[in-house]
């Protein structure tokens, strides 16, 4: 068990261009969730899944974000036509259907120029 | 939702020393978690405590529910403990809801 990985680590990005990220969740997990965190702030709810079921979206995801998770495993968030505001660490996380034991991914910090 | 408070925002401790970190939530919960974000961004579950007492080594974490909050214990404080401390909850919905965190400095 490798823990949940997320790619790439780091993306600078021009404004208006469009950017994914991905998160391979723990194995045995059926939950995977995204989040966002900005500077001195908490992580902030995006979206989450069950198995390949988009079961809740934040009102913070824009009509500019989509999330996928095909087949029940990894996952992509893309955020097209990127903001500055968009700035921030984008956040994985997976657990199994309990909601017990949030395992965080590392977090790609997105910068938008 | 549920609303997530944590109290000190800030803390600066010497090495050695014990604290007490408080998170109070709105509504009750189902889940409990409380998360340490080091340095380079990482977070790190510490607990899953939707209720009772847990402990881990030099941590320990508290949770009436029925009062609605907990607190996380860190005693002899290490230079490594330093960071963020988030405590997060859910109650009906399934996702975590983080509070704003409380920063901890434990100088040598």
């Known amino acids: 068990d490798t823990g949940v990985s997320q790619n790439p680590r780091h993306k600078i990005t021009k404004r208006g261009q469009n950017v994914t990220f991905r998160c391979d969740p723990i194995?045995?997990?059926?939950?995977l969730y995204w989040y966002r965190q900005t500077l001195g702030q908490g992580p902030e709810f995006l979206t989450y899944f069950q198995n390949e079921a988009q079961l809740e979206k934040s009102r913070l995801l824009s009509d500019r974000f989509s999330a996928e998770r095909p087949k029940g495993s990894f996952s992509t968030l893309e955020i097209q036509r990127t903001e500055q505001g968009d700035s921030a660490m984008y956040l994985c996380?997976?657990?199994?259907?309990?909601?017990?034991?949030?395992?965080f991914g590392s977090g790609t910090r997105l910068t938008v120029v | 939702g549920i609303q997530v408070e944590q109290s000190p925002p800030d803390l600066i401790l010497q090495e050695g020393a014990n604290s007490t970190l408080r998170c109070n939530f709105s509504d009750s919960v189902n889940n409990l978690q409380w998360f340490h974000q080091n340095p380079w961004g990482q977070l790190i579950n510490l607990f899953y405590?939707?209720?009772g007492t847990k402990q881990n080594g030099r941590l320990s974490a508290t949770t009436v529910a029925t009062e609605r909050y907990s607190l996380l214990y860190i005693s002899s404080s290490q230079t490594t403990d330093s960071g963020v401390y988030f405590c997060a909850a859910a109650g009906g919905a399934q996702k975590l809801v983080f509070g704003q965190g409380t920063r901890l400095t434990i100088n040598p």
């Open positions: 405590i939707p209720s």
């Open positions: 996380a997976s657990s199994a259907s309990s909601g017990y034991g949030y395992t």
């Open positions: 194995s045995e997990h059926n939950r």
